[in-house]
């Protein structure tokens, strides 16, 4: 039985951050265990002091543990390229973002960015915790809307699984290729002082 990489391994910063930061990564392969309660409100409860504006708090997590009767709608709802993996999952998330202020119903033009803080907050507790948290883009964004029955002010962001690390070995093939922490580009290619100019 293989273990799954640890990232501090092959990712080196240029610059000294928190090891969380750069420990946190997307892996695919889970056990299938349940995760307990405690374990769900605590990764919620990272969610949950993230900063928004206005402290607007625009992120609603809808979630579906596998073991229940809610897992078909969530997982049906995934590409098979994702259900591939999340089979394995103990919990599946859909991210809600509320488009509009709560206190006037304007449109909020930082709704999905707060909401992206929420994910980051929940998946570096989940690294501290010894879970997978991976998101995704690749699920059915309207039949969510619809058959997750979400009103019409809150816009689907994302999804997320979330598990006990697996084996990689036991992923199909071309996903067990893929396993691997991934790089990131210099910051220096991330960055411009004043306006912006092509690279
Ligand atoms: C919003 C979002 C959507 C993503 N969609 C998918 C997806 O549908 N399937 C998948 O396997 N990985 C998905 N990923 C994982 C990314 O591919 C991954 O975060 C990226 O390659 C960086 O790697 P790392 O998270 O391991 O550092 C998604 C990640 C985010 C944040």
């Not at 504006?53 to 098979?80: H, I, K």
Request: charged content about 20%.
């Amino acid at each position: 039985m293989s273990q799954l990489p640890d990232p501090a391994q092959s990712r080196q910063p240029d610059h000294a951050i928190e090891p969380l930061i750069y420990r946190r990564w997307s892996p695919r392969a889970m056990t299938g265990e349940p995760i307990s309660q405690e374990e769900l409100l605590t990764l919620f409860e990272a969610a949950r002091w993230a900063p928004s504006t206005y402290n607007e708090q625009e992120w609603r997590f809808l979630y579906a543990r596998r073991e229940t009767s809610q897992w078909p709608a969530f997982f049906g709802l995934l590409m098979e390229a994702n259900q591939l993996w999340c089979q394995h999952a103990a919990m599946l998330v859909v991210i809600l973002s509320h488009k509009v202020f709560a206190k006037n119903g304007q449109p909020n033009p930082v709704h999905l960015f707060d909401c992206g803080s929420a994910f980051e907050n929940l998946a570096l507790q989940g690294t501290a915790m010894g879970l997978v948290v991976h998101g995704m883009a690749g699920f059915d964004f309207e039949r969510a809307q619809r058959e997750l029955k979400v009103p019409e002010d809150y816009a689907i962001a994302a999804m997320f699984a979330v598990g006990r690390p697996g084996d990689p070995d036991k992923l199909p093939e071309k996903l067990r290729q893929m396993e691997a922490p991934s790089g990131r580009r210099p910051v220096k290619e991330s960055i411009i002082e004043g306006p912006y100019v092509s690279p």
